[in-house]
């Protein structure tokens, strides 16, 4: 987001740093042996590259994981179902797990660390504290996970202080979380750099997620309609020049649960940074869906410039 880092390579980077770790794939569990190891990799003068999981890794997060491995000296990635995100009667005894499978990925990729906690280590016995961003955790999915965003909160500071990083990798699939944990970075003057990476998507749009595997035949079939029905939206603005987001809301919302499953939770234009809602459709707007298919809620988003800007937006309040 603002402060997000680029996709240029930086000093330190792999191929012109230090490569402080020794060859091969190291599985931490203790938060004190990964605090140690990073701290080496720093020590040594290289940078250290995180990339935060909740495993069930698909070809979104290989692509987190290669930009960290082209940008950094020592990559690490936390495997983590982490149960403050989670709300009750959600999916957190059935999430995809296949540690294994995602151990020989991360070597293939040639991670250098996979820290995987347990419950105990990252929430030991009296543990209490919360972290919490306001309003702007309530807004979109927060609205119907109460709660979740603190959980997010919570846990990915965790991490950042036991592994230091000097940037975090996220996916803009949820862009709500690199807003929310921009905002806290910010806010706690911690010093990491989110490096926000485009949405990985199946052949046929669907943006690529872990819950995918809770889709049925013929509810994966129907997925892909909420990129098509984004796309649709994306050509509304741009080429109709429509900017009225009421309107753009309904057709979108016709459009997505006609002859699908779809049961809607959200459809939301908004600014990219504050998560506000743009009545009319100005500027940098982030088009944001959420929607139940069966029993695996599916979310995705674009972020798309509207021609405009606020001069065209004020008129439009105006009616002029």
Partial sequence: ?????????PHGARGGGKRAAPAGTKRLQSAESMRRLARAAREAGGTVGFVPTMGAL???????IR???????????????????????????HYPRDLARDLDRARE????????PENQEMYPPGFTTRIGVGEIGLRLC??????HFDGVCTVVMKLLGIVQPQRIYLGQKDAQQIVVLQRMIDDLSVDAKIVACPTVREADGLAMSSRNAYLTPEERAQAPQLYRVLRAAQRAIL???????????????????????????????VDPETLEERPVLSGRTLIAVAARLGRTRLIDNLLINVPGGRMAERMALKGE
């Avoid at 987001?1 to 390579?9: N, P």
């Avoid at 698909?58 to 987190?64: D, S, T, V």
């Fill in 109 to 116: 990729l040639e991670v250098d660390a996979v820290f995987i």
């Fill in 67 to 93: 930009r960290a491995r082209s940008q950094n000296d020592f990559v690490v990635v936390s495997i983590f179902v982490n149960p403050l995100q989670f709300g009750p009667g959600e999916d957190f005894e």
């Fill in 239 to 269: 080429i109709e020049r429509l900017r009225d987001a009421k309107a753009l809301i309904e057709r979108m919302r016709a459009q997505l649960t006609e002859g699908t499953r779809f049961e809607v939770e959200y459809i939301a234009l």
């Fill in 58 to 64: 698909h070809e979104g997060h290989f692509a987190l």
């Fill in 142 to 147: 927060g609205a119907s996970r109460p709660g």
């Fill in 1 to 9: 987001m603002s402060k997000s880092a680029s996709g240029a390579r």
